[in-house]
């Protein structure tokens, strides 16, 4: 009898807090995304340049607001700043001839930098299974360093998403960023192909209303 009383509670508590959730349609929150980057550059004039990634963190501070349009979906955006900590190893390779011969060699350099990206995010989320999600689309990125201006990254994730009968809500996601570094080059640079990725895991404080 006992156990079956603390399962009717149980069921009538989620119940109420999967109907509350759906039937707050404005969210706003802070979210803290921490992981692993990964930078990689191409170009095509006739030399190679191999660039490896040290391991380094970025750490993304945002604001987020969405709106549901339907049952299940919803409609974000907001704004975010990343701070990627970068270490570099970098390998120039060269070649030329001459009347005498080929000839050819290579240079090899370290060095480390600190990468800001402002970010405006454009995307959808989808609520499965009361508490489930994934999520995914773009975003405008502004960069004005290394030689950069602006870009375009595309990313998505899945993960939890609980929001108590206050409205305050709490979600937890592994999530994944592309970048697309050069697009706005300053460099005008058409031929190089530079993206950064991102891999970690967001956490997100909000509340519905």
Not at 47 to 73: C, H, P, Q, V, W
Not at 136 to 145: D, F, K, M
């Amino acid at each position: 009898m006992t156990r079956n009383l603390w399962t009717l509670m149980a069921i009538i508590c989620l119940t109420t807090n999967v109907y509350c959730q759906k039937e707050k349609k404005n969210y706003i929150s802070l979210h803290v995304s921490n992981g692993i980057s990964d930078l990689s550059r191409g170009n095509s004039f006739g030399y190679t340049s191999e660039r490896s990634y040290s391991g380094k963190n970025y750490l993304t501070i945002g604001f987020d607001y969405a709106k549901m349009t339907s049952e299940n979906l919803e409609m974000c955006t907001g704004l975010s700043v990343t701070f990627n900590d970068m270490a570099f190893s970098s390998t120039s390779y060269w070649s030329e001839s001459s009347q005498w011969g080929n000839y050819g060699g290579s240079t090899t350099y370290d060095y480390s930098d600190r990468f800001f990206i402002f970010s405006v995010p454009g995307h959808l989320k989808l609520h499965l299974l009361k508490y489930l999600f994934i999520d995914g689309g773009i975003s405008i990125n502004y960069h004005p360093s290394m030689g950069y201006t602006w870009g375009i990254g595309y990313g998505g994730g899945a993960g939890a998403e609980y929001t108590f009968k206050s409205g305050i809500s709490l979600s937890l996601s592994p999530y994944m960023q592309w970048n697309m570094l050069n697009i706005g080059s300053s460099s005008g640079d058409a031929f190089n192909s530079d993206n950064l990725k991102q891999k970690g895991i967001n956490v997100a404080l909000g509340y519905r209303f």
